[in-house]
Nanobody
Framework: QVQLVESGGGLVQAGGSLRLSCAAS????????VGWFRQAPGKEREFVAA????????GYADSMKGRFTISRDNAKNTVDLQMNSLKPEDTAVYHC??????????????????WGQGTQVTVSS
């Protein structure tokens, strides 16, 4: 079992940047594929980005490509999400998720077994 804790959220102006971090407990973090999802008020949860166990494969939702970058450091048990050129529509609670079923779990939230509590990102216009 793994516990996930997100950090790095906050208030930023449109066009600005934030770096989110997902810290995991346990010593076998490299057994977990990881994804970032977000949920805005009144909206369904939305896929943001994902990374494979070893970090060799990544994927992004179309609206995040070129603006967001996911990376991981298995030695530190962390997965980061660098977010640039932020827009007001990026405002949401961002959650990281982890699962062991697949080498890479992509946008399929059913493939993730563990979820963090989330960190709020607010982008002002």
């Amino acid at each position: 079992q793994v516990q996930l804790v997100e950090s790095g959220g906050g208030l930023v102006q449109a066009g600005g940047s934030l770096r989110l971090s997902c810290a995991a407990s346990g010593r076998t973090f490299n057994n977990y594929a990881v994804g970032w999802f977000r949920q805005a008020p009144g909206k369904e949860r939305e896929f943001v980005a994902a990374i494979s166990r070893g970090g060799g494969s990544t994927g992004y939702a179309d609206s995040m490509k070129g603006r967001f970058t996911i990376s991981r450091d298995n030695a530190k048990n962390t997965v980061d999400l660098q977010m640039n050129s932020l827009k007001p529509e990026d405002t949401a609670v961002y959650h990281c998720a982890a699962g062991t079923k697949f080498l890479y779990s992509g946008s399929y939230d059913s493939r993730y077994d563990y979820w963090g509590q989330g960190t709020q990102v607010t982008v002002s216009s």
